[in-house]
């Protein structure tokens, strides 16, 4: 099986040994009205992501690297901080950080703790069931943390699955919104183009007709300034142009 490498910020080419991709879904709506583990915010904004493209040093919302996914789904959700006070922008100063701190470990992990590869040219969000979330030079995916051939180093633990907060004010409602609010719900003004990206250029998913259902769960702006829409539609998800949008 042809190996696929993993991007990380430290340009340290790691790959995986015949991973499985095991998901390119997103995640399930988390009722508005429960408590849930910040955890759960966390890996459902990450999630959303899935089949987005690695771009070095980016941190979305239409491309990452492996930091920046992390960074993006932490912040998206309101948890930020956790990162070393917001501090951390590399995976190898997150591995640094949590060690000096006694919170690494190759033990133990719980959903919502990072996974550190190659001792920090790799970063991902564990969970649960032995899977990650990173950002390989595929794009975001969904893999086996023993999958990657540099060697598994370490857990942090964010202690993010002992957190809870309510799916209403989340913080994930500022990366997918729920779908229940009519704001997030628009439909297109003819047939239009579901691009994996905010642009012209960036390629085309398929084209939606006229009057589809689009739920908004971002939006970007292209080089020319002009804002996109990251929307899920007929079960994609990609980019249409919001002035195309009503």
């Not at 042809?2 to 340009?11: E, I, P, Q, Y």
């Not at 250029?201 to 002009?226: C, F, N, P, Q």
């Amino acid at each position: 099986m042809r190996n696929l490498s993993v991007g990380a910020r430290t340009f340290i080419p790691v790959a995986l040994a015949g991973a499985v991709i095991l998901s390119l879904a997103p995640a399930t709506t988390v009722s508005a009205a429960s408590p849930t583990a910040e955890s759960q915010q966390i890996i459902r904004i990450a999630k959303h992501q899935l089949g987005d493209p690695w771009r070095h040093g980016a941190i979305g919302p239409s491309a990452f690297d492996c930091s920046g996914l992390v960074i993006y789904a932490f912040t998206r959700a309101g948890d930020g901080k956790a990162l070393g006070g917001g501090r951390l922008r590399s995976a190898r100063a997150m591995y640094r950080w949590f060690k000096a701190h006694g919170l690494a470990s190759t033990s133990n992990p719980k959903p919502g703790d990072l996974v550190i590869w190659g001792r920090g040219s790799h970063v991902g969000i564990y969970i649960g069931g032995g899977k990650a979330i990173s950002t390989l030079t595929s794009g975001v995916r969904i893999h086996r943390v023993h999958a990657v051939t540099a060697r598994f180093t370490a857990y942090l633990h964010t202690r993010m699955s002992t957190r809870f907060t309510n799916a209403r004010s989340a913080g994930v409602t500022k990366a997918t919104r729920p779908v229940a609010s009519s704001a997030t719900i628009r439909h297109t003004r003819d047939n239009v183009n579901l691009r994996r990206g905010a642009g012209v250029e960036r390629s085309r998913i398929r084209t939606l007709s006229k009057g589809t259902r689009l739920v908004v769960l971002g939006s970007a702006h292209d080089s020319r300034g002009r804002t996109w829409l990251k929307v899920r539609a007929d079960g994609r998800i990609g980019f249409v142009a919001r002035w195309l949008t009503r």
